[in-house]
């Protein structure tokens, strides 16, 4: 499946950021990762393809980032709010057709371009 990220960009601390990602096929969890100059890319959110699933979201970002799709679309969303410098990154999308809540990059098979998040304090 192709991935296509987009949103991001700049904003202050405390603001708001949406990120968007269409695929081009249906069926696929759909999840973000976020990659520091330096760090090793880790886990921010996922969400499963069918309806009702709970999302996973990794510690730091729970109550602040929201994960949510549009199946119509093939499409997945996060929602950044109360922005931190520490959030600031290149935010990836990734698909998988049989994730089950791994949290680990390996266990999604395709990723779109990232898309750079700074947040100025």
């Known amino acids: 499946v192709q991935l296509q990220a987009s949103g991001g960009g700049l904003a202050q601390a405390g603001g708001s950021l949406r990120l968007s990602c269409a695929a081009s096929r249906r069926g696929y969890s759909m999840g973000w990762f976020r990659q520091a100059p330096g760090k090793e890319r880790e886990f921010v959110a996922a969400t499963t393809w069918s309806v009702g699933g709970s999302p996973y979201y990794e510690d730091s970002v729970k109550g602040r980032f929201t994960i949510s799709r549009d199946n119509a679309k093939n499409t997945v969303f996060l929602q950044m709010n109360s922005l931190k410098p520490e959030d600031t990154a290149v935010y990836y999308c990734?698909?998988?057709?049989?994730?089950?809540?791994?949290?680990?990059?390996?266990?999604?098979?395709?990723w779109g371009q990232g898309t750079q998040v700074t947040v100025s304090s």
């Open positions: 990734a698909a998988d057709p049989s994730w089950y809540g791994s949290r680990r990059p390996a266990d999604f098979r395709s």
